[in-house]
């Protein structure tokens, strides 16, 4: 008579457990909802350039690839209709920093050169306390540098 409660009351410590920590896994892990790598191809003048679409919560594409040494020129645009946001590319070793707003419905273009090969996170920080930040509800991505 004592083993079925046990067992419902380990079952449940486990479903809880799973319930509790499945999401902080699932957002420590990089780029979770990564899209497909897309490869910024360099035009004629030497600079690599692409629009990225910014949205509440994604940016569009959010996985670019792009070559080291050779200016990177990108036009970011915004759907929204209200909510500001941002695009920030940060290198903790300091080959990179990238910060930029973009209005809501704004579009906006930034050149930077990557110097220094690696993956570096893309992300949104704004945050309308105490809600989390735009970044943890998914809007991040990845900058490659070959
Ligand atoms: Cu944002």
Redesign the pocket.
């Given at each position: 008579m004592q083993k079925a409660p046990r067992r419902w009351l380990y079952l449940s410590t486990i479903v809880w457990l799973l319930a509790s920590v499945g999401p902080t896994i699932v957002d420590s892990t990089e780029a979770s909802e990564s899209g497909p790598p897309t490869t910024i191809p360099v035009a004629a003048d030497g600079v690599q350039r692409a629009t990225v679409t910014?949205d509440?919560?994604s940016y569009t594409p959010n996985h670019l690839i792009v070559e080291a040494g050779k200016p990177v020129e990108l036009t970011l645009t915004s759907v929204t209709t209200m909510?500001?946001?941002?695009f920030i590319i940060k290198d903790p070793a300091g080959s990179l920093s990238v910060e930029q707003d973009v209005s809501a419905g704004k579009t906006v273009t930034i050149t930077f050169t990557p110097t220094q090969p690696g993956i570096f996170p893309i992300y949104?920080?704004?945050r309308l306390w105490p809600l989390p930040s735009?970044?943890d509800k998914g809007?991040e991505g990845k900058l490659e540098v070959r």
């Open positions: 910014l509440s919560y909510i500001p946001h941002n949104c920080d704004k735009h970044r809007m």
